[in-house]
């Protein structure tokens, strides 16, 4: 058989990769089953009651393609933020919205600065439109924000990338810290906040929103506290000017017509939302006294997961792997230092009481 | 207001365009609300009941993401055909797919072949990634398959587009005639053939699945006779080497949980769609009917719409203008000479017999 026509230059150039190893494919390497999915920060609280009505209804009606301006949900949000549409674009999740923010910044060679061991999926997006990434490493498990600044004036980066609270550490910022780090940049360098885990923030005050600053977009989604991850469907807010740009090359009919209507709907719930971030509030307080009670300490957490610093990367990677044996599904990101860390989804309290049980089996039957 | 970080040199170059307005955005800017939607080849028989409760059970799951390898839709889809999964990639809808295409194989620079006035939504990826298209006119408002064959080489093209059964003019090739002019690439050239359509081509033979043919991808969907259009999923048939390329370049996580189990589930219920299928194929022959009364014709169609030949491209206009402001959403191709067709989904019987009641109507006030 021969070979098929050339690819790109690009994609040629590009190893074969994926970010992340779905579960249901380990899960068949394997051949065990997970019982307790605590890996991928999903909301095991699940939707709200009136998103999961809203979605089956849309689903009754998806014979028909959705509306491709999501008109009615960035009325909502512009609503809900104080802002105006033209600031909001809706995407399949950030995962499609940090592919496009590197198209639409990035030629091929474009430098790009990150944490080192930062979002692996954002990373992908930039190999894949052939920017160039320059990282610096965590300190003290949080991002160094002026050796970012540093490393973006230096390398001359369009994007510096920044997940503001932070995976995988779920370490955060305040707003003074961040509008420093805005005040740094070169006018030709964006800043790419992702928030996906805002709304677990909690008590923290966020970086007021600037809808027309040229300089940031910030992405957002309904994968984390509002439950939808399987839905698909997040949003960047942003300047006119900069989405009008994404608006020239994105997938128009690409947001599903279900995903929309329970979005919209659960922007509206905000007591269900409410519920989810006090319980989660709760599970990373249950999970910082099961690491004191085993020995180890967790992190603190602006998010919906709590990382346990297990001392070495071997009994990181040796926890995970019993952990997995026992199905129980938990991540150690790939980069040192953060090796070490157990990244571990708060879930509901059954959830974390059976969570709390085999991590007692487990880490008694670690080597020193 | 500064302006934004400077866009790459490619998007900097594209105008502002979308491939289409969506209908609830022109609902909105003529303030006035459409009762019966056959502008966008939406099956409007729906979904089969079997999908809908797959769809909606998996909806109570979506808090969970998707499989990014969507394994068993793509293991049924290999048995449905008689092929194996490593020749099926699933995406959001064929419009990701096609930009993924362009993506693969296209260089800034590099050349397209495709039909004058054929899918938008294809020329707008080619754009967008810096392809340049070249256009062969329709022959006798079919495919000019010689025509594009010759373009190709002569352009030295890495892409040659082609729908069958045809949008915008419902017309198809059988099986000896895509053998031909698969035979007539040059080695560098892929065929994309878009079968959006394939299960209303009927009685006609279509052209047989070489999975392993390095030169060949086929896009296919569910969005048209399974009626999951807003649902957001379709999939290319291909070479295993070639969709490793896109493995290396997508949106893993991009497809939804409901669409996979969906789509699954409508693979199952032939019977449902072969009632869409017949009822469609009534519906084709209503249509002709209605032309013929009204002293027009229709163009054969071997998808789910049928093209009604208005003479002039100013009486196509004004008959869809005049449907619009009774609340009727059709479509007229932009291009010349196809803009003298109206294009019209066919859907159930009884919005069949509304759409002929309307047209009366209308084609009897149009000036001579």
New interface residues.
Partial sequence: ???????????SS???????V?P??TE?QKGRQIWL?LG?N??????SPKA?EA??Q????????????S?ELRGELADFYGIERKNILIG??I??LL?LTA?????PG?AVTTSLGGYP?FNYHVD??GGILHTVPYQDFRNDLTGLAEKARETGS?ILYLSNPDNPTGSFYPPEAIEKLRRSLS????LLLDEAYVEFAGENAIWPIDP?D??VIRTRTF?KAH??????IGYILG?P??L??F???R?????????QA?ALASLRDRTFLEAVVESVTEGKKEYARLAKETGFITLPSSTNFVTFDMGTAERARATMDDLWERGVFTRVPGTAPLNRLLRVSVGTPEERREFARVFREVVSSLPE
């Fill in positions: 058989m021969s070979n098929p026509p050339p690819f790109s230059r690009l994609v590009l190893p074969a990769s994926v970010p992340f779905p249901e494919e068949r999915r991928a999903e909301s095991t609280f699940g939707m999961l979605m089956q849309a689903t009754a009606q998806s014979y028909l393609y959705g509306d491709a301006t008109y399949s999740g995962d499609e592919g198209r639409v910044f990035l030629n474009d999926t894949g439109f369009r006018p030709d360098c964006l027309e040229p300089q994968s439950g939808m991850a399987g839905a698909r300047n000017k900069t009008a740009a608006d020239k090359i997938n128009h009919f690409g947001v599903n017509r279900p995903a329970g």
